[in-house]
């Protein structure tokens, strides 16, 4: 199952994580994006549990997400915390 966010939502994720609209290529920005659309394939796999591809799909999204949080904390620790923090996340 393809997400296809719409363009408001992207910009409205990257203003509140990113600073602006248009800043597509903040760190922050883009694991916030991550986290939100593994949340909405975690819901569709509760409902659809033999989605394998979708289940793959969700897999390498927490695999990239977790590469970013590594750049981040080794890049800079308080804006990692923070991030963690402000996005529920258990780290």
Same mark, same amino acid.
């Given at each position: 199952?393809?997400?296809? &966010?719409? $363009?408001?939502?992207?910009? +409205?994720?990257?203003?509140?994580?990113?600073?602006?609209?248009?800043?597509?290529? @903040?760190? +922050?920005?883009?694991?916030? &994006?991550?986290?939100?659309?593994? =949340?909405? #394939? @975690? =819901?569709?796999? =509760?409902?659809?549990?033999?989605?394998? @591809?979708?289940?793959?799909?969700? &897999?390498? #999204?927490? !695999?990239?997400?977790? $590469?970013?949080?590594?750049? &981040?904390?080794? $890049?800079?620790?308080?804006?990692?915390?923070? #991030?963690? +923090?402000? #996005? !529920?996340?258990?780290?």
């Amino acid at each position: 199952m393809a997400i296809y &966010l719409p $363009k408001e939502k992207v910009e +409205e994720i990257f203003q509140e994580h990113g600073g602006a609209a248009k800043n597509t290529g @903040s760190v +922050e920005g883009q694991i916030a &994006l991550f986290t939100y659309r593994i =949340q909405e #394939l @975690s =819901q569709h796999l =509760q409902k659809n549990h033999k989605d394998h @591809s979708c289940r793959r799909r969700l &897999l390498t #999204l927490v !695999g990239k997400r977790r $590469k970013f949080l590594q750049y &981040l904390a080794k $890049k800079d620790i308080t804006k990692y915390r923070a #991030l963690i +923090e402000k #996005l !529920g996340l258990r780290k």
